[in-house]
């Protein structure tokens, strides 16, 4: 929240979901980047499924952080740049206490992955490798829905690949994944933040984490800007609104 000279207004901005403010976010990415996923030599259908399932594996868990990272969104359109990362906003207004509630279902969370998913799958599948050796490759239309729920997503994907190489053949169309991720716990409690502080009342932190224990909510205040971040203890992930 910032307070400026007489004609101005106090501009209060609530930024949305995001996964930085550590290093280890910074070494998660590099080593993700220098992971490499093995190429077969020869193709089945077996093969082919193992192949594309774990690039798929590979890209949900590598679009969970960029979503995240980016404040709720695959490529954000309203937001505020932090630490090199442009993060949505989730609540904006003009005035001394409110601000306008703007955050997104969590539907519309799951969709952004899915989308993050789709964007990222062609740098991991090498087809490229595949045409030296002499394969052909027909491509169909990726489709894909995705269930985020507090403990986990779940994606359903349809990607029909048709690969042929002389009397070998191999076609695979539908995939599933499924991880375990605290997104959807920490996007419940996020919701209830900003649903606070658009009344105008700030979010009683302390009350909220004695009942709480397994939770680590801090609150910063950045110019001109109000960050709450929200970790579970038992892992890594921080989100931050």
């Known amino acids: 929240m910032i307070k400026q000279k007489r004609a101005q207004v106090t501009i209060f901005i609530i930024l949305g979901l995001v996964l930085l403010l550590s290093m280890g976010i910074f070494i998660y990415y590099t080593s993700t980047a220098e992971e490499t996923i093995s190429i077969p030599e020869e193709i089945d259908q077996a093969t082919l499924t193992a192949y594309v399932q774990s690039c798929l594996d590979a890209t949900t868990e590598e679009s969970i952080q960029k979503v995240a990272a980016n404040g709720g969104m695959n490529k954000p359109i309203f937001y505020k740049t932090v630490g090199g990362k442009n993060i949505s906003y989730w609540c904006t207004g003009e005035g001394?206490?409110?601000?306008?509630?703007?955050?997104?279902?969590?539907?519309?969370?799951?969709?952004?992955?899915?989308?993050?998913?789709?964007?990222?799958?062609?740098?991991?599948?090498?087809?490229?490798?595949?045409?030296?050796?002499?394969?052909?490759?027909?491509?169909?239309?990726?489709?894909?829905?995705?269930?985020?729920?507090?403990?986990?997503?779940?994606?359903?994907?349809?990607?029909?690949?048709?690969?042929?190489?002389?009397?070998?053949?191999?076609?695979?169309?539908?995939?599933?994944?499924?991880?375990?991720?605290?997104?959807?716990?920490?996007?419940?409690?996020?919701?209830?933040?900003?649903?606070?502080?658009?009344?105008?009342?700030?979010?009683?932190?302390?009350?909220?984490?004695?009942?709480?224990?397994?939770?680590?909510?801090?609150?910063?205040?950045?110019?001109?800007?109000?960050?709450?971040?929200?970790k579970a203890k038992k892992n890594d992930l921080t989100l931050n609104i």
């Open 96 to 230: 001394e206490e409110q601000c306008v509630n703007t955050a997104f279902l969590k539907e519309d969370l799951a969709e952004q992955i899915v989308e993050g998913v789709k964007q990222e799958l062609p740098k991991c599948l090498d087809f490229h490798s595949f045409e030296q050796q002499g394969y052909t490759i027909q491509e169909g239309i990726f489709e894909g829905s995705a269930i985020l729920t507090e403990t986990g997503i779940d994606l359903t994907i349809t990607y029909p690949i048709k690969m042929k190489k002389e009397d070998e053949e191999a076609t695979v169309e539908n995939f599933r994944v499924v991880q375990e991720t605290t997104l959807g716990t920490l996007y419940d409690i996020a919701v209830q933040i900003v649903n606070t502080e658009a009344t105008g009342t700030s979010f009683d932190i302390v009350s909220y984490i004695t009942n709480h224990t397994n939770l680590i909510i801090t609150k910063q205040r950045p110019y001109p800007s109000i960050i709450y971040s929200i």
